[in-house]
């Protein structure tokens, strides 16, 4: 099921099959001047489908927002059997925004099988900076100074000195090897108005410590950048055979707290933490090294990813940002949750999903106080305690 079954372009919309690649839909449009923004590093493998089911971020979702935000219509076949049709291409519709619901639903209400998304007129003007620092926490300060001076670039994507020794051996010498920390900053829209925030993002990247600010000379330059940023989870071989990868999200004025903080822990439990994240949402990705030979190591690993998760929710954070709950997260909604709120969402489950057949390990655990010893399993619900 990857079709596109229909490209309106009056209306700005295309109507897909759930199997779609996500880059072939912007690819089947490029020629026309229209584009899918939602671009998950995944996107060259990703399924619309997928995309929907974990309401999927991505580079470009610092501007352009996130999957649900381009997401009009859906066809699905619920887990009681029905196919139902909600939302469409008309801009008001009554009734429930049942879209919003269904999206990052990660299949447990059931399967969409075709997708009205939005699409959006390619930009006038793109510029892409690289900003190089001594430290993340320099990078940090200048994320959030950009953002409070009233920009939203496009994308606002942080490196640090491992994942570039990692992408500079695995795809050549992308990014500068001395840097601490890199910042990948683009802007689009009006000509003018791009080449004007250029300017004051990289007067703010240099006031922040930036030890040089280039800007991609053509497209080729450009496309250079993202590819050491898209292949980055694929580089991190070349640190190590194992990895796990977080996806928590702090309040962007938090990140230079939480990058202290991520080193203090990392040198705790002995354990190299590289990261490759998303700086303008706050939605950070450290990849937790680990030899997978070793049980030990393993331990002293998932003892860092467990403190970090704590250390961004005490930040006023999240336990996920873009990536979903899926089956190992579901233990650690209770830390931002109470059993109310996962009372009602495990309700509205039920109303699409009455017999709990569609991904049922999935999203919510099995019960609130599962937070310790919590095992996967499909949920059986102690009478009145859960329901
Ligand atoms: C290298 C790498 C980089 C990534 N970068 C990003 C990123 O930048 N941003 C981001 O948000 N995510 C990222 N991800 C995570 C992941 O790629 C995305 O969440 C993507 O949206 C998942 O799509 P998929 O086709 O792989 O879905 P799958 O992994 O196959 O499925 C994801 C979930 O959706 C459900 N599902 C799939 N199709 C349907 C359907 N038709 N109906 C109902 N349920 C369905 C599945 O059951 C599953 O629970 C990355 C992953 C990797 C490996």
Redesign the pocket.
């Known amino acids: ?1 990857d079709a596109v079954l229909e490209i309106d372009l009056p209306n700005r919309c295309a109507v897909v099959q ?2 779609l ?2 880059l072939w839909l912007t690819t089947a449009v490029s020629d026309r001047g229209y584009f899918f923004a ?6 060259m ?15 470009h ?1 610092l501007k352009y927002g ?2 649900t935000n381009h997401v009009l219509g859906l066809e ?1 076949v619920t887990g009681a059997g029905e196919l139902v049709r909600i939302g469409g291409k008309a801009a008001e519709r009554p009734g429930y925004d049942l879209t919003g619901t269904v999206v990052g ?9 075709a997708i009205t998304v939005r699409l959006l007129h390619t930009p006038e003007a793109v510029k892409t900076a690289l900003a190089t620092f001594a430290s993340m926490t320099e990078a940090s300060e200048a994320v959030s100074e950009i953002i409070a001076s009233g920009i939203v670039p496009a994308a606002l994507e942080m490196l640090d000195a491992a994942i570039i020794s990692a992408i500079n051996a695995s795809i050549g010498k992308i990014y500068p090897d001395a840097a601490d920390a890199v910042l990948l900053i683009e802007l689009d829209g009006p000509r003018a108005e791009v080449e004007a925030q250029a300017e004051r993002v990289a007067t703010i990247c240099r006031r922040h410590g930036a030890v040089s600010v280039t800007v991609a000379a053509d497209e080729m330059e450009r496309a250079l950048l993202w590819k050491g940023r ?1 292949e ?3 580089a991190v071989g070349r640190l190590t055979s194992s990895y796990l ?1 977080q ?1 928590a999200v702090v309040p962007r004025s938090k990140l230079p707290q939480i990058m202290r903080e991520m080193k203090a822990i990392a040198a705790r439990h002995r354990v190299v933490i590289a990261n490759v994240f ?1 700086a303008g949402d706050g939605n950070l ?1 450290p990849l937790i090294c680990y030899d997978d030979r070793s049980a030990e190591e393993l331990e002293r690993a998932k003892q860092a990813n467990e403190e970090l998760l704590g250390a961004c929710i005490a930040l006023g954070g999240s336990v996920t ?4 709950v ?1 089956l190992d997260k579901a233990k650690n909604l209770p830390l931002q949750y109470g059993e109310a709120d996962l009372n009602f969402m495990f309700r509205l489950r039920r109303v699409f999903d009455p017999a709990g057949l ?2 049922p390990d ?2 919510l655990p099995s019960h609130p106080a599962c937070g310790e010893g919590f095992r996967p399993k499909r949920p059986v619900l102690p009478a009145g305690a859960w329901i």
Do not use: R, W, Y
């Open positions: 099921m759930p199997g690649i996500n939602p671009d998950p590093s995944s996107q493998v990703s399924s619309i489908g997928g995309n929907v089911s974990t309401n999927a971020g991505g580079p979702c996130v999957t699905m639903s990660e299949g447990t209400f059931g399967l969409v099988t898209k980055a989870a694929g990868l996806d998303h990705h940002g873009e990536h979903g899926g569609m991904n999935k999203l």
